[in-house]
Every structure is written in C-alpha cells, then in structure tokens.
C-alpha cells in the first residue's frame, strides 16, 4: 500500500502563484512515477501533469507554460509550481502515485491522495 497526503492548497487571486506538495509512504520502491488530477465541481476529475522516475514530465494543454511538476525521490514527494493562475484552476487537486507514465499520456494507479482544494479568485 501507498499513503499520498497533499498539502498547499488555498486561496489566491488570479494571476498569483502556489506550490502544491505530495508526499508518499508505505510502499514508495513501487512508485516509478507520480500525477496531479484536479477536479472542479460538477466536472469529471482531469489530468494535469505527470513526471516519471527520472524526471520527464507531461502536461495537460491548459496548463503547459504555467505549471511545473518535479520532485524529490529522496524525500518521496512531488511538487506542483503553479504560476498565473486563473479562475478556472479552481478545482480539488488530487496527487497519484504509481501510475504508467507514457510520454503522452499518464494512466493512474489507485493510489490518491485525500485531495487538496485550491481556489482562484477573479
């Protein structure tokens, strides 16, 4: 088993910036690479970026540009730099871990974190 806790959620204006953070424990020799899914209300959960063990990354289009994931294997954590946020960023982030990373796609594992609300304010 895998235990993701997600932090660094809040509230912030448009055109602002916040670090979302995972980390993992448990099982975490299992985990080859990590995700961020995000999920507004009323809305499906959406992919947002991915990284794998040695560092490629993918992105969802809406967020290319503004948006950073990296992490830290010696701490078993990952990281989502969010930049020039806007209003429609607002969404429950969600952290995976463990999923298959493809360099267009991420297909998640069933590993979530408890997610973390972020909201952008016009």
């Known amino acids: 088993q895998v235990q993701l806790v997600e932090s660094g959620g809040g509230l912030v204006q448009a055109g602002g910036s916040l670090r979302l953070s995972c980390a993992a424990s448990?099982?975490?020799?299992?985990?080859?690479?990590m995700g961020w899914f995000r999920q507004a209300p009323g809305k499906e959960r959406e992919f947002v970026a991915a990284i794998n063990w040695i560092g490629n990354t993918y992105y969802a289009d809406s967020v290319k540009g503004r948006f950073t994931i990296s992490r830290d294997n010696a701490k078993n954590t990952v990281y989502l730099h969010m930049n020039s946020l806007k209003p429609e960023d607002t969404a429950v982030y969600y952290c995976?871990?463990?999923?298959?990373?493809?360099?267009?796609?991420?297909?998640?594992?069933?590993?979530w974190g408890q997610g973390t609300q972020v909201t952008v304010s016009s």
């Open positions: 995976n871990a463990g999923g298959t990373y493809y360099s267009d796609n991420y297909r998640p594992s069933t590993y």
């Open positions: 448990g099982r975490t020799f299992s985990i080859s690479a």
